[in-house]
């Protein structure tokens, strides 16, 4: 189901779909917390056209509150393992390493961790271990701290260039093996700040992040809080709730989607999959 770019380069571009089983997540909380809710939603993406369906039990915004390792297990184990069951590729999203290796057990085959290891000590050995004897993908994103409470309390513009060479740093971290098999993910919204410019840039250059570490992109700008101002300040004076609503804010996540894989990035993640998956349809053939 993979979209092939044009031109004879043979590239393709994935589709990530959002399957948040929390009820504090910053765009469709408590929407899909129940284990039934998730996995229906997570086939309704998989028919519109998702290649991978990441499945989160933590919310990962700045309003959100931590889980125990226990809570999401709980949240996101029968869902791996249903959708992972039906024969869809799975993502976990997590950055626990007790929950990556469970997930993996149950079917999940990539490990979707924004913080890169720096939030759980024992990432590093279990995830080398998973890329070893499982072969599951590592993705590794890009943030500063060793807490989200941390990430977010020190947000700042961080250049293009500074996230390849602290993405880099990252992977040389850990073990080879898992370093030929990551990917790469800048981080979109974590610890950049709401400010459009500084994540524009990123998006603007995820080719090149790519290019500069050697590993394949990923790139989640979907709803993210940048998004929303970047809609307000180009409303009309007087314009109600442009900034709030979902549609107008898909249709941007999408134009962000757009200017990333015209850059280079491999896999765009994406609540809405079937109005990404028809962008990105008409878009790889112009």
Known sequence: MAITTPSGSGR???????????????????????????????????????????????????????????IEL??????????????????????????ARAAVIAGASIVNDVS?????????????????????????????????????????????????????DRLAQLPPAVRESSWIDPGIGFGKGSDPD?????????????????????VGPSRKRFLRRLIARST????????ADTLALDVASIAACLGAVRSGALVVRAHNVALLRAALAVYTKI
Do not use: C
């Not at 009309?236 to 900034?243: H, I, M, Q, R, S």
């Open 236 to 243: 009309e004076p007087g314009a109600v709730g442009l900034d």
């Open 198 to 218: 500084g994540n524009l840039e990123l998006l603007r250059h995820a080719g090149d992040i790519g290019r500069e570490v050697g590993r394949p992109v990923v």
């Open 74 to 99: 709980e949240r996101v184990i029968p869902v791996v393992t249903a959708l992972a069951g039906d024969g869809a590729k799975v993502s976990i999203d997590t950055t626990k390493a007790a929950v």
């Open 12 to 70: 393709l571009v994935l589709i990530m779909g959002v399957v948040n089983v929390t009820p504090d997540s910053f765009s469709d909380g408590g929407e899909f917390a129940t284990a039934d809710a998730a996995i229906a939603h997570g086939r309704k993406l998989r028919a519109d056209g998702a290649d991978i369906l990441d499945v989160g039990g933590e919310a990962t915004n700045p309003r959100a509150e931590p889980v125990s390792t226990e």
């Open 116 to 168: 890169a290891g720096q939030f759980d000590p024992e990432m590093a050995r279990t995830i080398g271990d998973l890329v070893t004897t499982r072969g599951v993908t590592y993705i590794a994103g890009h943030l500063r701290g060793t807490s989200l409470a941390e990430v977010f309390a020190s947000e700042a513009a961080i250049g293009w260039r500074r996230v390849a060479a602290e993405l880099a």
